[in-house]
């Protein structure tokens, strides 16, 4: 699968799932394929669009992009990193960005800041396990006030296996 087709495929469920109020920018210049459940991929992007509209309650600026990359070092935070071509998926949001403490803890299961009966936290610790099960990465950058970035990596295969 390309993910950049993915994304295209899903962009009217995005744009449902980040609301009114917030722009969506899609810059999508992945050629490379993946091996990936098709309808896991597709929860995990609007998983992460609702997490940003969650974060951006007046508004604001969705960025959706995918890249061929070729990794040699690990990426923040990453253990057991294998270096190779990978397909990034970038998701990032102009809203609230999350504290260092909260940030660490993003992954965990059941984690969540929001209000009760709202958020059952395990939004990013499913994606994390698919993304992990994959052989991908999933690397979280964010401050407060200045937004948050997702970065999936998921391994590069040739056209024919993926
Ligand atoms: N884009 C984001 N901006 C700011 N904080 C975020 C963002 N995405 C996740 N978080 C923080 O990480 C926490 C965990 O996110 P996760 O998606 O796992 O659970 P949730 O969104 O709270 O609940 P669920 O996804 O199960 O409905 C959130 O409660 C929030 O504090
Ligand atoms: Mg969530």
Redesign the pocket.
């Known amino acids: 699968m390309r993910l950049s087709d993915l994304v295209e495929g899903i962009a009217e469920l995005i744009r449902h799932s980040a609301g009114e109020g917030v722009t969506i920018h899609t810059d999508l210049k992945a050629q490379g394929w993946t091996l990936c459940d098709v309808n896991q991929m597709e929860n995990v992007i609007l998983?992460l669009a609702?997490?940003?509209r969650?974060?951006m309650p007046g508004g604001g600026t969705l960025t959706i992009q995918t890249r061929d990359v070729a990794l040699k070092t690990p990426p923040p935070d990453v253990a057991e990193f294998v270096p190779g071509d990978y397909i990034a998926l970038v998701v990032s949001?102009t809203?609230?960005?999350?504290r260092e403490a909260?940030r660490q803890r993003?992954l965990d299961p059941f984690?969540?800041?929001?209000p009760q009966g709202k958020?059952?936290?395990?939004?990013?610790?499913m994606t994390f396990g698919y993304v992990r099960q994959s052989n991908g990465y999933l690397v979280i950058e964010?401050a407060p006030g200045k937004g948050?970035k997702v970065t999936i990596l998921m391994p590069r295969h040739s056209e024919d296996r993926a």
């Open positions: 998983n609702i997490n940003a969650d974060a949001d809203g609230e960005g999350m909260v993003a984690f969540t800041t929001k958020g059952t936290g395990l939004g990013l610790s964010s948050t």
